[in-house]
T-cell receptor, first 115, second 112 residues
Framework: NAGVMQNPRHLVRRRGQEARLRCSPM?????VYWYRQLPEEGLKFMVY????????ESGMPKERFSAEFPKEGPSILRIQQVVRGDSAAYFCASSPGTIFDSPLHFGNGTRLTVT | GNSVTQMEGPVTLSEEAFLTINCTYT??????LFWYVQYPGEGLQLLLKATKADDKGSNKGFEATYRKETTSFHLEKGSVQVSDSAVYFC???????????FGGGTRLMVKP
């Protein structure tokens, strides 16, 4: 049973370009979460999605960032017009539902570097 | 809102030493509590969990007990190994069952 798959593992973008980060949840999981980890810091929640729905985007910057989880295919975190401050590791996690005692399962992350 | 506070690192220990990493939380209701571990260049792996007061989670020699009266979930290990060197994150998930709220992480360095 494959785990949470994220790609690419490393992504380099120049300032002003767009970054697209992909996440395929574990088989049978319909809930996806995106977190950002700045260097030497903890994980900050960004957005929580179910298929075709954004449930909670309270941690997402209001501009330039968007996320989707279509009916078919992976979840996508999109960052437009990237700036140096967007350089971070972006982690995706999935769960089968909102059962509060079940853990989230994390991918290995995408490390975005903005030059 | 929910919050998790961990002791700041880095924590540097010699092999076979006793480990404690403190974690306290603030949450409404009765959350579930988790410890995750992150090895260099990797994602987070679940280490252990506890879902109600006085539960003890354990895995790979690590233990943590859910203490409702002190709102704590301290991580302990009796004898650390070099391979335990990693960053450890305490986290909670509340009754709404949505996202995990993480502490800031504690880096553990174990020297031979």
């Amino acid at each position: 049973n494959a785990g949470v798959m994220q790609n690419p593992r490393h992504l380099v973008r120049r300032r002003g370009q767009e970054a697209r980060l992909r996440c395929s949840p574990m088989k049978g999981h319909s809930h996806v979460y995106w977190y950002r980890q700045l260097p030497e810091e903890g994980l900050k929640f960004m957005v929580y999605l179910q298929k075709e729905n954004i449930i909670d985007e309270s941690g997402m910057p209001k501009e330039r960032f968007s996320a989707e989880f279509p009916k078919e295919g992976p979840s996508i975190l999109r960052i437009q017009q990237v700036v140096r401050g967007d350089s971070a590791a972006y982690f995706c996690a999935s769960s089968p539902g909102t059962i509060f005692d079940s853990p989230l399962h994390f991918g290995n992350g995408t490390r975005l570097t903005v030059t | 809102g929910n919050s998790v506070t961990q002791m700041e690192g880095p924590v540097t220990l010699s092999e076979e030493a006793f480990l404690t990493i403190n974690c306290t939380y603030t949450a409404t209701g009765y959350p579930s509590l988790f410890w995750y571990v992150q090895y260099p260049g990797e994602g987070l792996q679940l280490l252990l969990k506890a879902t109600k007061a006085d539960d003890k989670g354990s895995n790979k020699g690590f233990e943590a007990t859910y203490r409702k009266e002190t709102t704590s979930f301290h991580l302990e290990k009796g004898s650390v190994q070099v391979s335990d060197s990693a960053v450890y994150f305490c986290a909670l998930r509340d009754n709404a069952g949505n996202m995990l709220t993480f502490g800031g992480g504690t880096r553990l360095m174990v020297k031979p």
